[in-house]
């Protein structure tokens, strides 16, 4: 059984390319191997920032069109992450 794990992560969500990133210039950069596919699991608020994510990673999911390494699966928490937090 896989465990739940909390992320902090840059996350993009757009039309076919909603996933989460370790650097935000990985997702600047096109580099989708660099990122974790989520699907639609994070709301459109969150767009473009780094967040908090709990999840389970998949290496089996890899998204659309297989482009990425892996996805967060059965996403219980989304949340802005900030500096001072």
């Not at 608020?45 to 999840?55: A, C, F, R, T």
């Not at 989304?78 to 001072?84: E, H, K, N, V």
Request: proline content about 4%; hydrophobic content about 40%; aromatic content about 12%.
């Amino acid at each position: 059984m896989a465990d739940r794990c909390e992320y902090l992560v840059f996350c993009h969500g757009s039309f076919e390319h909603s996933a989460i990133y370790l650097a935000e210039n990985d997702f600047r950069n096109r580099l989708s191997p660099n990122g974790l596919w989520v699907g639609n699991a994070v709301p459109e608020k969150l767009n473009d920032q780094y967040i908090l994510i709990e999840g389970i990673f998949s290496s089996v999911d890899r998204g659309h069109l297989g482009l990425w390494s892996g996805a967060i699966c059965n996403v219980s928490r989304t949340a802005p992450w900030s500096r001072g937090a």
